[in-house]
């Protein structure tokens, strides 16, 4: 049911006088906001796996290509380039512990 169905039989309830039924709708429309709210911090939080991961991902890339082509003329390029993943990554993993974990 979504919020619109419990406000209308919220109205419906005190039309009736039905004061326990009121009571009961009004505690269900507080359960049903914070399981949105936890739903929404529980995808955020996945969001925040998702691009730590995928930062994880670009660093093993670029990890690989320094192995390979040491001498390379992009090197530098892609020095400069891990250090900003490892700045980045040091963000999202804080974040992560602060809605997640609750550490802050």
Do not use: C, P
């Not at 209308?8 to 269900?28: C, M, P, R, S, V």
């Not at 925040?48 to 390979?68: A, V």
């Amino acid at each position: 049911m979504s919020v619109d169905d419990y406000l209308d039989l919220l109205n419906y309830a005190k039309a009736i006088n039905d004061g326990q039924w009121q009571a009961d709708i009004i505690e269900n429309l507080k359960n049903f906001k914070e399981s949105s709210e936890e739903r929404e911090r529980v995808e955020n939080v996945r969001e925040l796996w998702n691009r730590f991961d995928h930062i994880n991902l670009m660093l093993l890339e670029l990890f690989n290509k320094l192995r390979e082509h040491e001498d390379a003329e992009d090197s530098y390029r892609w020095k400069e380039k891990i250090w900003e993943l490892k700045m980045e990554r040091i963000t999202v993993a804080k974040q992560i512990q602060e809605r997640y974990i609750k550490i802050r």
